[in-house]
């Protein structure tokens, strides 16, 4: 993807759900930190940092070292692809609000697409503070003085998403125009998607900071847009249900149909963060057994998703026609979150779940066997961002673009 010359002045051809394909390099960025995560000894610290990591580079076993080699490698590279894309989308898109597919969307159910841009972006803040964590000797020793830019970012982040909503329900509330019968996926999800990325980056300070306004504040905006976001989701997922039992599902918002996985993971790593901020500065928080049950949860409502939307996918041939066949469309991007959050999801769920309550013993046999299961998910949506970067960006793309 580095190496790939990438299209320009697409205008009319040009889709907001490219930013999809930033959003999912920066979702594997945050995959390959798991990895540091769980498996880097990091005492005294919420989060593995630089000196941690070299630490277990020089003293750690043959597997660690590797595991360590291959996340910087991951880390590094994905991140790349995800700063490439991001300001890729912002060049296309600058271009693309002079044209009339832009006027159109802006007139339909299609304009909540736009809100892709902020979701992109909290994704890449996200990332970037991995960057800084994994890379940049003493970035821990400047942390408290990151977290309230880091928290302005996010705020400025969500005041952009709630530009976009505000022209969009202002819009449709006051003179209608929403077509119910088109709105038959789950596509209309994507603000609430937006809204809960937000959220999960403005809730790192609670988790991570020492000091007590810092994480009052940062528990209080990240409540604001985690609640915002379920609100809007699950009137959204029910207006999306009732309209597929009605009009049966929209082929080209297939992949919608699982933005509640990643959607899912987001608001439950809110949790997390917002709990730990609980205990650590006001007297409360939740015990492993609370995070277990609301992991366990979290990860079976993704398992009926990911089923109930495999059941569409399968039957309307998505995967051989958008994904390995000849047709393309940008909204195939959207099939790269849910790999992505349910891989880390299970990270989640065996160490802070499983591993929490005692039910497996961490680097067991157990243990493995069920994190070979979030790798190789990992892996395969690895695979699947490369084949669709290669469809929309490389030498295939342009092909199928002068057929």
Known sequence: MLLIRMPSRLEDDYSPLYYLAALGAGGLVVSFFMWLMFWVPHPGRPVPVFSDITAALADGGAA??????????????????????????????????????????RRGNAETQLLAGPLATAMALNAGFIVALVFVPGTWSVVEYLFPLAMLAFLAIGVWAIRLLDEFWGRVLSGGGFDCSRNNSFSQLLPAFALSMIGVGLAAP??????????????????????????????????????????????????????VVPILTVLSIASMRQGHAMHA???????AADTFAMLTTALTLQL?????????????????????GGQRDAGAYALVCPGVALSVMLQFFINKGLVGVGLIVKFGTAYWLLTALALLIQVLTIW??????????????????AS
């Open 304 to 324: 009926l998703f990911l089923l109930f939307g495999f059941i569409v996918l399968r039957r309307e041939r998505y995967f051989r026609r958008f994904v390995t």
């Open 206 to 259: 609670a988790a991570m900071s020492g000091v007590a306004w810092v994480a009052g504040i940062s528990y209080f905006a990240s409540s604001f847009f985690v609640v915002a976001a379920v609100a809007m989701g699950l009137i959204m997922l029910v207006l999306g249900v009732r309209a597929m039992m009605e009009n049966g599902a929209s082929v080209e918002s297939a992949p919608s149909l699982w933005v």
């Open 281 to 287: 500065h006001f007297g409360g928080g939740a015990t």
């Open 64 to 105: 660690l070292q590797l595991a360590i080699v291959v996340a910087w490698a991951g880390i590094a590279v994905f991140a790349a692809m995800m700063l490439r894309l991001l300001v890729w989308n912002v060049r296309e898109a600058a271009a693309w609000r002079g044209t009339a597919a832009y006027i159109a969307l």
């Open 384 to 401: 699947l961002v490369l084949t669709l970067n290669a469809r929309h960006f490389g030498a295939e793309a342009a092909a199928i673009r």
